[in-house]
């Protein structure tokens, strides 16, 4: 599966961004997805997760009450939506999809191209 992110940017603290992720060569259904984020110097951390369905949801205690992850399986596209945003939130965010159930700590099989978000204070 090829996956595509998008939404990322510059924006001030306490502002918002939606980032979506694409999918295709596969039907999304079939698939866990999730974000991943990366910033300078920092390891890499699971941000949010969301199963096949979208009845399971998992989110980095960081970003609990602020984050929103959502699918639409029918449009192929995975959501993130970003609230109340902390200059700590800056990385560069991966879309990314496993067979398999994906875990904060697991290693995903697909990752899309990454998106920068930049939050200002």
């Known amino acids: 599966v090829q996956l595509q992110a998008s939404g990322g940017g510059l924006v001030q603290a306490g502002g918002s961004l939606r980032l979506s992720c694409a999918a295709s060569?596969?039907?999304?259904?079939?698939?866990?997805m999730g974000w991943f984020r990366q910033a300078p110097g920092k390891e890499r951390e699971s941000v949010a997760l969301?199963?096949?369905?979208?009845?399971?949801?998992y989110y980095a205690d960081s970003v609990k009450g602020r984050f929103t992850v959502s699918r639409d399986n029918a449009k192929n596209t995975v959501y993130l939506q970003m609230n109340s945003l902390k200059p700590e939130d800056t990385a560069v965010y991966y879309c990314v999809a496993d067979r398999r159930t994906i875990t904060h700590d697991s290693t995903p099989d697909y990752w899309g191209q990454g998106t920068l978000v930049t939050v200002s204070s």
């Open positions: 060569g596969r039907t999304l259904s079939n698939y866990y």
């Open positions: 969301i199963s096949w369905s979208g009845s399971s949801t």
